[in-house]
């Protein structure tokens, strides 16, 4: 089969879109399938071969963060070229209401195309002030995927119509069989994430972590991700802020390590996820994990069943749980355990193969995707 994926945020930029995106891109590859990804990307950005660059984003607010995305005159262009050149049996738009190449190639391609909703919004006022535009693009999809039952709510309550909840997909055994570094090991505490975007929840585990060394002065926390470190570390004391040691971007083998090596993964996150694959990732290394009680990370650890819950945003709360799990390996040693089991329910081998069962759907009887050379209306009168 034939398929294009479009990716609405910026190649160069880590982020869990794009991290599903080229892991389900890889999983087809080595299924046998051909596969294109279409992505904003800099002119200087590396990319793999089956990635195409739709040319320099832009940073726009959107869903609570900054994405990195690309829409436009050139863009539109290169959407349109992109079809052209790859009749595809099938497109895969991800985010198609974001205004990127999402929303672009919903508007030119004609054929089979099937659209995964990321985002978790309830009261997104200019989602529903976008609706009148974005609706006759958004009826050209053939099927809907959402990557949580709280991602299709946000569907079907801003945009109509419904969803099958496929999650995000992760390679278990990756992570699983990861080798722990004997550095990052010992009362460690692991945190992944964007230091200076607020609802990733650092700021709410530094409140935390005078009261959790002051109980376990021998525990550290371990930082990976971009931002200012040490803006990140102001709020401390200035005799604990050595207890922190900041990792910077670590490659994927590092992830996998880092989650393998830790006592405990806190994800500390206020807000805006709709699934939450770095859980997923810490399950798949048998990392005990401690998440604020957000629904969607609630879905991901099994109501609890498979990683401890704490109040969201409340800093005593992840305190009081973290020393806790660090004081008793016998609690920590239940959740590795239960989490690695849940967590197969999350591998390629079944997600992926449910993706595929979508575009078999679709494209059963279908003609290749290709561009719409009809009048545009509205896109005319934008320009695109």
């Known amino acids: 089969m034939k398929i294009g994926i479009v990716c609405p945020y910026s190649w160069d930029v880590p982020g869990g879109v794009q991290f599903h995106i080229r892991d389900l891109a890889e999983h087809l590859i080595r299924l046998g399938h051909e596969v294109s990804v279409l992505a904003p990307a800099d002119d200087e950005t590396p990319l793999p071969p089956y990635v195409v ?3 320099r984003a832009v940073p726009v607010s959107y869903n609570g963060s900054v994405a990195r995305l690309s829409f436009g005159f050139l ?10 050149d790859g009749t595809f049996d099938v497109v895969h738009i991800h985010e198609p209401a974001s205004p990127s190449l999402g929303l672009l190639t919903c508007w030119a391609a004609q054929g089979p195309i099937v659209a995964t ?7 997104s006022r200019a989602m529903i002030a976008a609706y009148p535009i974005l609706q006759p693009a958004l009826e050209k999809i053939s099927a809907r995927i959402a990557v949580s039952e709280y991602a299709r709510r946000t569907l079907v309550e801003h945009l109509g ?3 099958v909840v496929i999650p995000n997909g992760v390679d278990v055994d990756f992570f699983a069989r990861a080798e722990p570094k004997k550095e990052w090991q010992g009362e460690t505490l692991g945190f992944i994430g964007r230091i200076d975007e607020p609802r990733k929840g650092l700021p709410v585990l530094m409140r935390a972590l005078p009261k959790i060394l002051t109980e376990r002065p021998g525990a550290r926390l371990l930082v990976a991700g971009r931002g200012d470190e040490e803006e ?3 709020s401390l004391p200035a005799a604990m802020r050595s207890r922190v040691e900041f990792l910077g971007m670590v490659s994927d083998e590092d992830k996998a390590r880092l989650l393998r090596s830790v006592d405990v993964y806190v994800a500390p996150n206020t807000g805006g996820e709709s699934f939450g694959i770095i ?7 048998g990392a005990p994990v401690l998440a604020s009680d957000l629904d969607a990370f609630a879905q991901v650890l099994d109501q609890g069943a498979a990683g401890e819950l704490f109040a969201n945003e409340d800093a005593d709360a992840l305190a009081d749980a973290a020393i806790a799990l660090l004081g008793d390996a016998t609690r920590r040693s239940e959740l590795s355990t239960r989490g690695s ?4 329910r999350f591998d390629w081998s079944t997600v992926g193969a449910d993706i595929l069962a979508v575009y078999e759907t679709v494209t059963d009887g279908a003609a290749s995707v290709d561009t719409d050379e009809r009048p545009l209306g509205l896109r005319a009168r934008l320009g695109l």
């Open 232 to 234: 990140a570390v102001a």
């Open 341 to 344: 089991a849940h967590v197969r």
């Open 117 to 123: 909703f990321h985002t978790s919004n309830p009261r």
């Open 161 to 163: 119509g419904d969803a």
């Open 75 to 84: 863009s539109a262009a290169r959407v349109r070229r992109w079809l052209h």
């Open 53 to 55: 660059s739709a040319g």
């Open 279 to 285: 859980l997923v990732e810490a399950l798949s290394a």
